[in-house]
């Protein structure tokens, strides 16, 4: 789980690869196409949510950095996610 909290962001997002065995997910920005992976999460709860999110669905989280590569993150807060929150 998150210890150390870094800066914060928030992303509307498309997964990509749902969650894993391992929690590893790989999401889509929808503004930048930029694709990142989440790997941690805040709580468990956080992570049962995000888990149940299968390829194509939207989610709008608050995201924390990997404190080593640029394109990892820890999920904090989720705003919305499934098929009513899909973005284009």
């Keep these: 789980m998150l210890k150390q909290q870094q800066r914060s962001c928030e992303r509307a ?4 690869s749902p969650m894993d065995e391992s929690g ?6 929808v ?5 990142y992976e989440v ?3 805040v709580d468990e709860e956080l992570a049962a949510k995000l888990g149940a ?3 194509g669905e939207a989610v709008n989280l608050e995201l924390f950095a990997g404190s ?3 394109d990892v993150f820890g999920a904090v807060r989720i705003e919305s996610s499934g098929p009513s929150a899909r973005f284009k």
Excluded: F, H, I
């Design 13 to 16: 997002s498309v997964v990509t």
């Design 24 to 29: 590893k997910m790989e999401l889509r920005d």
């Design 31 to 35: 503004e930048t196409n930029e694709r």
């Design 39 to 41: 790997v941690d999460y």
């Design 53 to 55: 999110l299968s390829a």
């Design 68 to 70: 080593g590569e640029s």
